[in-house]
T-cell receptor
Framework: DQQVKQNSPSLSVQEGRISILNCDYTNSMFDYFLWYKKYPAEGPTFLISISSIKDKNEDGRFTVFLNKSAKHLSLHIVPSQPGDSAVYFCAASEAGGGADGLTFGKGTHLIIQP | GAGVSQSPSNKVTEKGKDVELRCDPISGHTALYWYRQSLGQGLEFLIYFQGNSAPDKSGLPSDRFSAERTGGSVSTLTIQRTQQEDSAVYLC???????????FGPGTRLTVL
């Protein structure tokens, strides 16, 4: 029973265009959401996060949007660059981002085409 | 070291053997987490340590799995009587405190034949 779902296993985007990665969750107790990026043979690296009290957080080329009523968040990357090619994991936690482990989605493999 | 390190990077074992995986967190990080990623799956939370104690063991899949942390630093994850379904990448993460950003190690790829 997946609480965090990333329904697109892969996404192909042309360099310079916008990449939009989507994530849905079912647990209404989640109040902190994160995106991690993972290259092959490396551990995930933190990209950007958002608290449930916000609906948008921006950091350079990366913006995360949160729609609590729809239990949906998305990561926008603009403009997309070749180095953005990686697997992106959406993750969520309860209790203000603290406590226990994160609940991860299965990931979306983003491929940036030249 | 600058980041979280894990050893070994790869481990191949026979079904029924015990294995021990090691995690060295970032110095000063009090919180430590173990996850595993099976083929085609997301990361699955296993256990969380705050200092040397493990307030949350809810993610351990069976009693064959155990973990300890000594000195508030190094942690070992032990899998007894390994099964083929234990094959996965085991990832360790640490954070400065409960609730802060988690930094991941490169993982240990475990293959049970």
């Amino acid at each position: 029973d997946q609480q965090v779902k990333q329904n697109s296993p892969s996404l192909s985007v042309q360099e310079g265009r916008i990449s939009i990665l989507n994530c849905d969750y079912t647990n209404s107790m989640f109040d902190y959401f994160l995106w991690y990026k993972k290259y092959p043979a490396e551990g995930p690296t933190f990209l950007i996060s958002i608290s449930s009290i916000k609906d948008k957080n921006e950091d350079g080329r990366f913006t995360v949007f949160l729609n609590k009523s729809a239990k949906h968040l998305s990561l926008h990357i603009v403009p997309s660059q070749p180095g953005d090619s990686a697997v992106y994991f959406c993750a969520a936690s309860e209790a203000g981002g603290g406590a226990d482990g994160l609940t991860f989605g299965k990931g979306t493999h983003l491929i940036i085409q030249p | 070291g600058a980041g979280v390190s894990q050893s070994p990077s790869n481990k191949v074992t026979e079904k029924g053997k015990d294995v021990e995986l090691r995690c060295d967190p970032i110095s000063g990080h009090t919180a430590l987490y173990w996850y595993r990623q099976s083929l085609g799956q997301g990361l699955e939370f296993l256990i969380y340590f705050q200092g040397n104690s493990a307030p949350d063991k809810s993610g351990l899949p069976s009693d064959r799995f155990s973990a300890e942390r000594t000195g508030g630093s190094v942690s070992t994850l032990t899998i007894q009587r390994t099964q083929q379904e234990d094959s996965a990448v085991y990832l360790c993460a640490s954070s400065l405190a409960r609730g802060s950003e988690q930094f991941f190690g490169p993982g240990t790829r475990l293959t049970v034949l």
